[in-house]
């Protein structure tokens, strides 16, 4: 060994011993974590800000108020801002931003929702400080609070000088806790967005189990169905004749029997809601109340029942419904049966291609100096936006804070999750934008 090389080993092995915290971070990215810092008290402002104006997802001047809100926050991070309006739809609108990077970088598709599930006769309204940490308010986590970790992110990479290089357009909608009718129209533009992006990131709430930070790949899905059940009106002493038949009710019990003896299966799960039958059964407009009527010597003519299932991929949505009519046509003798689904959010799947999104931020939080993100059971984790556009891109579920009680009167956001999100979305996104595609 010369003395020159000598030095040279000593001198790393001096580097290395006094590795700071975050050694492997490139010079930029340990300048986007000190602007995240930097930016936190101001982003916390900011979501107070829109917290306090509601936006149920009803309210169509509130959601579009809060649109407005944070329209110049992203014009001054040199996007262009839209406003689609929804009323075809019922619903608001949704606000969509774009810049465009270097070309053939990464085009990033960044999920968000301006509205929340507290309407303005909700009691629950306004913003308290529960401690130095903790906030407490109406969609102050779902999804103000992952909207500002947004922001918190991209103003970072500007402050870096990697926003320039990345291509990015951010979808808030403003119906996301209840969506618009007909839903083709309400998505229309996200799915837009999903099939010309590579990657999609989802801002809503982070999910954590025991405390510790959990990666997220997979969204279930939601569908609806209804059952219609009918029978032959008549006298009840004539009940299991051939004439007469077993009535609708038994055919609906019958139905509903079997789904639960036959259907369970890995990663599905299916509930039924409500349930009427007699000589009358009537749902009400918003299928979710009904009228009925019946007496005890009357064989029922009508049954209804109202549910859902939850499933991980298309296939198993497909299967899962083959076999909900099959068990469905086997009608008892003298009635009738129908079932009518309802897609509502298509299933995100844990594709391999999430998974390698999920190992870069494992990388990122190595790099950072935070636990590895352990992948999440697709079961904790209820439908949303990102499921739309899950077929056609890569995607992280979850980019946002932590919080509690989301969709709950005391809902809370926790207000250092924030910033480590924001620090792990801008070192992300800024290394994203860099590979070639
Ligand atoms: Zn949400």
Avoid: C
Wanted: no cysteine.
């Amino acid at each position: 060994m010369t003395l020159k090389t000598f030095g040279l080993a000593a001198a790393t092995a001096l580097l290395a011993f006094a590795t700071p915290a975050h050694a492997k971070l490139s010079s930029q990215e340990a300048k986007m974590v000190e602007a995240v810092d930097k930016g936190h008290d101001r982003w916390i402002g900011v979501l107070e800000a829109i917290t306090r104006q509601n936006s149920g997802s009803r309210n169509l001047a509130g959601v579009k108020k809060v649109g407005d809100m944070v329209t110049p926050e992203l014009e001054k991070l040199g996007f262009k801002v839209e406003w689609v309006d929804q009323s075809a739809a019922k619903r608001s609108g949704h606000l969509i931003a774009t810049r465009t990077g270097r070309p053939g970088s990464t085009k990033m598709l960044l999920i968000g929702h301006l509205d929340t599930v507290f309407e303005p006769d909700s009691p629950f309204q306004g913003v308290k400080r529960l401690n130095e940490t903790t906030l407490e308010g109406p969609g102050i986590e779902d999804n103000k609070g992952g909207v500002v970790t947004m922001f918190a992110a991209l103003e970072a990479m500007q402050a870096a000088g990697t926003l320039s290089a990345a291509t990015i357009t951010v979808v808030l909608t403003g119906d996301e806790e209840d969506a618009g009718d007909p839903i083709d129209v309400a998505r229309a533009d996200l799915v837009k967005w999903g099939q010309w992006a590579d990657v999609a990131l989802d801002f809503e709430g982070l999910s954590q189990i025991d405390g510790k930070d959990m990666g997220a790949i997979a969204r279930r899905s939601s569908n609806s169905w209804q059952i219609n059940a009918t029978g032959k009106e008549g006298h009840s002493q004539g009940i299991f004749s051939t004439s007469a038949g077993h009535g609708a009710i038994y055919e609906l019990v019958r139905i509903i029997d079997r789904f639960h003896k036959e259907l369970p299966e890995d990663k599905l799960t299916f509930n039924v809601g409500l349930i009427a039958g007699g000589s009358v059964a009537q749902l009400d407009a918003d299928l979710v109340r009904a009228q009925v009527a019946g007496k005890t010597n009357i064989i029922p003519a009508l049954a209804v029942a109202r549910g859902d299932f939850r499933t991980l991929s298309d296939e198993q949505s497909e299967r899962i419904k083959a076999k909900m009519q099959a068990i469905v046509a086997q009608h008892l003798p003298g009635t009738s049966a129908e079932i009518v689904f309802e897609q509502g959010y298509p299933p995100m799947a844990p594709t391999e291609g999430n998974r390698g999104l999920l190992r870069r931020l494992n990388l990122i939080n190595a790099d950072l100096g935070l636990e590895q993100m352990a992948e999440l059971d697709p079961l904790k984790r209820g439908a949303g936006d990102i499921s739309f556009v899950a077929r056609y891109v890569d995607g992280l579920v979850g980019m946002g804070p932590a919080g509690d009680g989301a969709h709950a009167p005391g809902e809370t956001v926790d207000l250092p999750s924030i910033k480590r999100q924001a620090k792990r979305a801008a070192i992300l996104m800024t290394r994203l934008s860099m590979e070639k595609r």
